[in-house]
């Protein structure tokens, strides 16, 4: 009988319709494919049983975090070609019920069902989110960023190093991961023009860079809020730290519940992926109310390319199942389109997606270097989220599949005097 590794290579090429540029390794040990490619190691059977009954992303991811599916040999080159297969084919690709038409693949599938063993489902990982209802209620919204930031404030240390700030950072050609993030919140600083006695919201404010380093270096009161119980007494010990408890309070809010307005100016950095489309004007109305008339806001936010059928965009399921619970994305344009609904004008885009696939990158060297600490610390399904997760996003800020953008908008006042110099753009001087 054909070895495992040849019978799987030969189904995956009817599948998909193209030959597979990886290396199989199956659990019998045998081999097929390119011996010079990166290696698709299928540990156990279960794994199919994994892709089977759930074809397509989540079942791979399921494989993946269960750690039945492996890769061997350089990371980014493997997913660089899987990406290529999969998640990258375009609108036009091939589907898997388009696939399932021809006779030669539906045949192929009943011979993997043969090799998975018995038919039974396997249970998801534990790592992965139960479907909790009804999307961006203030419950729902808290148990999504409970699931994503409640890992532990130790995990996180290891991936985002001591700066603690867990967006893209802004890069000099060289430089270290907490250089480039404190230049990131000084150039956020700089675009608000955050002045001494002013206030800052800081919406979304993680474990308290932002509003720690906005208060101690352009001497602002700031509210920090956060969805994130761990997150906020991380924050709290911080600020107590650096000797800042009467410029700076970090309170377990939702934004919508925020009523101590007018600010100068607010930060929302790596936040609005949360919000979801359906109530992105009602963020953007609420960050508008609070702010006073010639108040800024700075919006730092990643993007999508658009579709031609905007109807058709769905999240993806790895990230929506284990990273970001009910996170979307949104095209630029229309984030754009919403702040100006709200009533914002808005005075600046700027994209930085080359420093977010750096910035992704060396987290994940970060969580490498501290692997057996990490899955102490968390699980070692969680750990291989991560790690999947941090480097697939990377190769997609580079292949230009998401951006993300610094959007500064104005509450411009009746008399339309914006507040901004002429020539606006100092900060990157």
């Known amino acids: 009988m054909t070895d495992a590794a040849s019978r799987l290579r030969s189904v995956a090429e009817q599948v998909l319709g193209v030959p597979l ?3 199989l390794r199956a659990w019998d040990g045998s081999q097929a494919g390119p011996p010079d490619a990166p290696a698709i190691v299928i540990r156990n059977r279960r794994a199919l049983r994994y892709m089977l009954f759930k074809p397509g992303e989540l079942g ?5 975090v269960a750690g039945d599916l492996d890769i061997e040999g350089d990371l980014y080159s493997a997913l660089a070609v899987m990406s290529g297969l999969i998640w990258e084919r375009g609108e036009d690709g091939r589907t898997l019920a388009q696939a399932l038409r021809d006779p030669q693949v539906r045949a192929a599938a009943r011979d993997l069902l ?11 990982p534990r790592e992965e989110v139960r479907r909790r209802g009804h999307l961006h209620t203030r419950r729902s919204d808290k148990q999504a960023i409970s699931h994503h930031y409640d890992v532990g404030n130790d995990f996180y240390e290891i991936v985002l190093g001591p700066s603690m700030v867990y967006s893209c950072a802004y890069w000099e050609q060289d ?26 919201l800081d919406v979304g404010c993680g474990w308290g860079s932002m509003a720690i380093h906005a208060a101690r270096e352009h001497g602002v009161s700031v509210v920090g809020v956060t969805l994130s119980q761990e997150q906020a007494a991380y924050a709290r010990k911080r600020v107590a730290d ?3 408890t009467d410029r700076v309070e970090i309170r377990v809010q939702d934004y919508r519940d925020v009523r101590d307005g007018p600010y100068d100016a607010i930060s929302s950095i790596g936040m609005a992926e949360h919000v979801g489309a359906e109530k992105y004007l009602e963020y953007a109305r609420s960050l508008y109310a609070l702010l006073k008339p010639g108040g800024r806001l ?18 993806d399921r ?5 990273v970001f619970p009910d996170g979307e994305l949104a095209p630029i344009g229309t984030t754009v389109t919403q702040l100006e609904r709200a009533g914002f004008e808005v005075r600046d885009v700027e994209s930085i997606r080359e420093h977010y696939a750096r910035t992704l990158r060396r987290w994940v060297v970060n969580l490498e270097a501290d692997w057996a600490r990490a899955v102490r610390l968390t699980s070692p399904g969680r750990a291989r989220v991560w790690r999947l997760y941090m480097a697939a996003s990377a190769l997609a800020f580079e292949r230009n599949r998401i951006g993300v953008n ?13 507040g901004l110099p002429l020539r606006s753009r100092t900060w990157n001087r």
């Open 242 to 244: 650096e000797g800042l």
């Open 318 to 322: 790895f990230i929506d199942a284990y």
């Open 60 to 64: 791979l991811a399921r494989a993946w």
């Open 114 to 124: 043969r090799l998975a063993g018995p038919p039974l489902p396997p249970a998801p």
């Open 21 to 23: 540029p990886v290396r």
């Open 298 to 315: 700075l919006n730092h936010q990643i993007a999508r390319r658009p579709q031609r059928d905007e109807t058709a965009y769905h999240v």
């Open 406 to 418: 610094q959007v500064l908008a104005v509450r411009t006042p009746e008399s339309g005097a914006s």
């Open 175 to 200: 430089g270290t991961l907490e250089t480039a993030q404190r230049d990131k919140l000084e150039l956020v600083c700089g675009k608000l023009d955050l002045r001494p006695g002013q206030r800052l």
